[in-house]
């Protein structure tokens, strides 16, 4: 069956380090994965897009790769910040589907 | 804008009552989705609907119907509702169905089922 796997317990990091969250999948092909945010009480927000022939996605702090040989996205957020502080989801998206199937989500705390 | 809006925002039923989730969005967006979100299982997808008058089921769709009777709204019905259906419904929006469009969130419904 197909999974994604995201590290179900909280990464915390001081300010101005670098975040780093991982996104493994199995069994899938996925054509593109986005990135969400979502603050406590609130729906998640959409970060980024990725697609399968890209290797890396830039916008603004945000670094998102992708290796479709490991199966595997990564997530950096640069300087991070306290305001940065939110669980992070990641959602593959199947090549002939449009759904997106999302993972459980990490949690990040950023300490000042 | 006002983006997506859901109501109610929260909701408490006692096990066999009915009710309807409504969604409603302003961004003129065709597709509309309709998620729920349980601890340590991530959102799993209920019901969406690529474009008006048209609806698909998702990963977990038992016990649910929808409706997308206008291009602005969608709704989800739980016909009996049921302690398992106890959770936190987010209903999203994009603009097209197809690869690449990015989802566009509600705030939320919590629903408990006593």
């Known amino acids: 069956s197909q999974k994604i796997e995201q590290n179900s317990e909280a990464l915390n990091i001081q300010e101005g380090k670098t975040a780093t969250l991982t996104c493994n999948y199995t069994?899938?092909?996925?054509?593109?994965l986005q990135w969400y945010r979502q603050d406590p009480g609130r729906g998640p927000v959409f970060l980024l897009l990725?697609?399968?022939?890209?290797k890396e996605k830039r916008k603004e702090r945000l670094k998102v790769t992708f290796d479709t040989t490991l199966k595997q996205s990564l997530f950096h957020i640069t300087a991070s910040q306290p305001a940065d502080s939110a669980t992070y989801l990641c959602?593959?998206?199947?090549?002939?589907?449009?759904?997106?199937?999302f993972g459980g989500g990490t949690r990040l705390m950023v300490k000042p | 804008n006002a983006g997506v809006t859901q109501t109610p925002k929260f909701q408490v039923l006692k096990t066999g009552q009915s009710m309807t989730l409504q969604c409603a969005q302003d961004?003129?967006?065709?597709?509309m989705y309709w998620y729920r979100q349980d601890p340590g299982m991530g959102l799993r997808l209920i019901y969406y609907?690529?474009?008006?008058?048209?609806?698909d089921k998702g990963e977990v769709p038992d016990g649910y119907n929808v409706s997308r009777l206008k291009k602005q709204n969608f709704l989800l019905g739980l016909e009996s509702a049921a302690p398992s259906q106890t959770s936190v419904y987010f209903c999203?929006?994009?603009?097209?169905?197809?690869?690449?469009?990015?989802?566009?969130f509600g705030p939320g419904t919590r629903l408990t089922v006593t």
């Open positions: 999203a929006s994009s603009y097209g169905s197809g690869v690449g469009y990015e989802q566009y």
């Open positions: 069994n899938y092909s996925p054509a593109y």
């Open positions: 990725i697609r399968e022939n890209e």
């Open positions: 959602a593959p998206r199947l090549n002939a589907g449009n759904m997106l199937t």
């Open positions: 961004m003129n967006h065709n597709s």
């Open positions: 609907s690529a474009s008006e008058g048209t609806t």
